[in-house]
């Protein structure tokens, strides 16, 4: 058990809807990353939080965002859902400079 | 990052020990290899990582060429858990980054299942 928890587990969005998706880091962890995994594809990197602050962003739209609280935990939205969007959403935690990010169990979004 | 290239798939024998090889012949010196895996369902798990010696924790085994261009994980008494995606990353240390935990770039990676 890598302490990391995600919630919701499961969650089905319909077209042009809005979700929130929900992170809580290993306990002393402070940075928190957030991927998105096709089926069938590697996990694919969308951001980066630390403290507080978006640090990293990968190949996204604006309609995914996040943030973080002053606990760590973090948040990932994503606005105007699109079918593309179905996906396993997986946070990962990790605490500089250590080098290990460890994983979530995901929430998996389906969108109808 | 540097790629990296694994075979989609491979079989082991439970028991016997599991060789994944992982080519990255682009790499550079300040890059480190590092592996995760995949079990059906669950968030990937860290494994390991080294940057040019040999490396092994209670896990597996991590072993790097010496021109660094290729390794190998090993698994040395696989067992049926074994059983799962195994991805190659290369990706620079996040020590000495002035605070910057680098991401993450998966591959397909290789499924590696493990037969009784």
């Known amino acids: 058990d890598a302490g990391v928890t995600q919630s919701p587990t499961h969650l089905i969005k319909t077209r042009g809807q809005q979700v929130t998706l929900r992170c809580s880091p290993k306990?002393?962890?402070?940075?928190v990353s957030w991927y998105q995994q096709a089926l069938g594809q590697g996990p694919q990197f969308i951001f980066q939080?630390?403290?507080?602050?978006?640090?990293q962003r990968g190949n996204f739209p604006d309609r995914f965002s996040g943030h973080q609280y002053p606990n760590y935990s973090s948040e990932l939205n994503v606005n105007a859902l699109l079918l593309g969007d179905s996906a396993l959403y997986l946070c990962?935690?990790?605490?500089?400079?250590?080098?290990?990010?460890?994983f979530g169990p995901g929430t998996r979004l389906t969108v109808t | 990052d540097a790629k990296t290239t694994q075979p989609p798939s491979m079989d082991c024998a439970e028991g016997r020990a599991a060789n994944l090889p992982c080519n990255h012949s682009?790499?550079?010196?300040?890059?480190?290899v590092y592996w995760y895996r995949q079990i059906h369902s669950q968030g990937p798990q860290y494994i390991i990582h080294?940057?040019?010696n040999n490396e092994t924790n209670e896990m597996a085994s991590l072993i790097i060429t010496e021109d660094r261009k290729s390794s190998t994980l090993i698994l040395p008494h696989a067992t049926l858990r074994d059983t799962a995606v195994y991805y190659c990353?290369?990706?620079?240390?996040?020590?000495?980054?002035?605070?910057?935990?680098?991401?993450?770039?998966f591959g397909k990676g290789t499924l590696l299942t493990v037969n009784p």
């Open positions: 990962a935690s990790s605490v500089i400079p250590r080098d290990e990010q460890y």
């Open positions: 306990s002393g962890h402070d940075t």
């Open positions: 939080y630390y403290e507080e602050e978006e640090r």
């Open positions: 682009t790499i550079s010196g300040n890059e480190y």
């Open positions: 080294g940057l040019k």
């Open positions: 990353i290369v990706r620079r240390s996040t020590k000495n980054s002035g605070g910057s935990n680098y991401k993450l770039t």
